[in-house]
């Protein structure tokens, strides 16, 4: 089985798509909503992390730039 950084970009809408409508299928409206912001606001702060690090890991390459490998 693959590790999901190694699918492709089509493999990887068509899993995304296929676990969204697995998880709202037995749910109402409201319940939807809660659970897609949820979600959503989990990749958002995930992104942040993320590129905070890489922020932050070039700066410090930069101040050292002769321990680049």
Not at 19 to 41: C, E, M, P
């Amino acid at each position: 089985m693959k590790k999901i950084e190694e699918l492709t970009p089509y493999e990887l809408a068509t899993l995304a798509s296929t676990v969204a409508v697995i998880i709202s299928k037995d749910l109402d409206v409201n319940q939807q909503n809660v659970i897609g912001n949820f979600i959503l606001s989990m990749g958002v702060n995930i992104s942040t992390i993320a590129s905070q690090s890489e922020y932050l890991s070039n700066q410090e390459k930069n101040k050292n730039p002769d321990n680049c490998n």
